[in-house]
């Protein structure tokens, strides 16, 4: 099972960036997919969620209207789309796969929000 995350780096307040997970090993469209990450010294939070088709999602209300999670089925890939980028939204971000009891993480890809 491998979650590969994509996209992060650096960018300017007010900027966007394109988070990308590829999934492999496992049944990607049969699996709920989140994003989560994790500031320095904080705890690891949701960001967003996705449901296996893709129809319901849920995001932190401190995303709502900024961020968008979307996912391709056919590419086994979950998409974060940030927009209006804080300062405050520095952190690791990483994906998850969870069904059931299973569950896996993405090793993380860095944001920096900075002028």
């Known amino acids: 099972v491998q979650l590969v995350e994509s996209g992060g780096g650096l960018v300017q307040p007010g900027g966007s960036l394109r988070l990308s997970c590829a999934a492999s090993g496992f049944t990607f469209s049969s699996y709920r997919m989140s994003w989560y990450r994790q500031a320095p010294g904080k705890e690891r939070e949701l960001v967003a969620a996705?449901?296996?088709?893709?129809?319901?999602?849920n995001y932190a209300d401190s995303m709502k209207g900024r961020f968008t999670i979307s996912r391709d089925n056919a590419k086994s890939t979950v998409y974060l789309q940030m927009n209006s980028l804080k300062p405050e939204d520095t952190a690791v971000h990483y994906c998850h796969a969870a069904r059931g009891t299973d569950d896996y993480w993405g090793q993380g890809t860095q944001v920096t929000v900075s002028s």
């Open positions: 996705i449901s296996s088709a893709g129809g319901r999602t």
